[in-house]
């Protein structure tokens, strides 16, 4: 999970993942432009958090919050 480390949708991901019980790397990106543009360019959003699941881009934290709510996050998160 890519974050800010003043953000707050971060922060609200980190607790639903870790709600989850699952491991994850966090790489903070504050001030790392370089990062920042790879992001932007692999996922096609500017807003962070990015989450992914391999090579795999997840979104941001609504986006885990709507696949959590449909039950899709839990079959992802053990892929």
């Known amino acids: 999970?890519?974050?800010?480390?003043?953000c707050g949708y971060c922060h609200a991901a980190r607790?639903?993942?870790?709600?989850k019980g699952v491991t994850y790397d966090v790489v903070d990106v504050t001030g790392d432009?370089?990062?920042r543009a790879w992001l932007r360019s692999?996922?096609?959003?500017?807003t962070l958090p990015q989450?992914?699941?391999g090579d795999e881009p997840l979104g941001g934290?609504?986006?885990l919050v709507d696949l959590?709510?449909?039950?899709?996050?839990?079959?992802?998160?053990?892929?």
């Not at 607790?15 to 709600?19: E, K, M, N, P």
């Not at 692999?42 to 500017?46: A, L, R, W």
């Not at 959590?68 to 892929?79: A, E, F, I, P």
């Open 51 to 53: 989450t992914f699941v």
């Open 1 to 6: 999970m890519y974050i800010l480390n003043w």
């Open 42 to 46: 692999t996922t096609g959003s500017g």
């Open 33 to 35: 432009d370089d990062t």
């Open 15 to 19: 607790r639903l993942l870790d709600s």
């Open 68 to 79: 959590d709510r449909t039950g899709k996050l839990d079959k992802l998160l053990v892929s």
């Open 61 to 63: 934290y609504t986006d």
